[in-house]
């Protein structure tokens, strides 16, 4: 059973940092791209970063710049580092094999907030 668990979210100050994880389990995590969604309160969900199987990385625009994905495929977990965040990031942050967000976890609550 494939499963995915985030944590790490947290409430922040604008310009704050936080670290989001993701244990996954039940599959070859090293053979599989990964994503990052997340939803804001009333909003669909938005894509927000892929790593592949490479280590190749493709970001949402909102997000180029200030946000980091990493994996560590010894530890089959995932990472987003989230950098001077802003208002507008609050939202629920999954991990997810689809970049569309089927199959994601629970989600970890980011809120940006002074």
């Known amino acids: 059973e494939v499963q995915l668990v985030e944590s790490g979210g947290g409430l922040v100050q604008p310009g704050g940092s936080l670290r989001l994880s993701c244990a996954t389990s039940?599959?070859?995590?090293?053979?599989?791209?990964m994503s990052w969604v997340r939803q804001a309160p009333g909003k669909g969900l938005e894509w927000v970063s892929t790593?592949?199987?490479?280590?190749?990385?493709a970001y949402a625009d909102p997000v180029k710049g200030r946000f980091t994905i990493s994996r560590d495929n010894a530890k089959g977990t995932l990472y987003l580092q989230l950098n001077s965040l802003k208002t507008e990031d609050t939202a629920m942050y999954y991990c997810?094999?689809?970049?569309?967000?089927?199959?994601r976890g629970q989600g970890t609550q980011v809120t940006v907030s002074s």
């Open positions: 997810a094999k689809d970049p569309r967000g089927a199959g």
């Open positions: 039940g599959f070859s995590f090293r053979f599989y791209a």
């Open positions: 790593i592949d199987a490479s280590g190749s990385t």
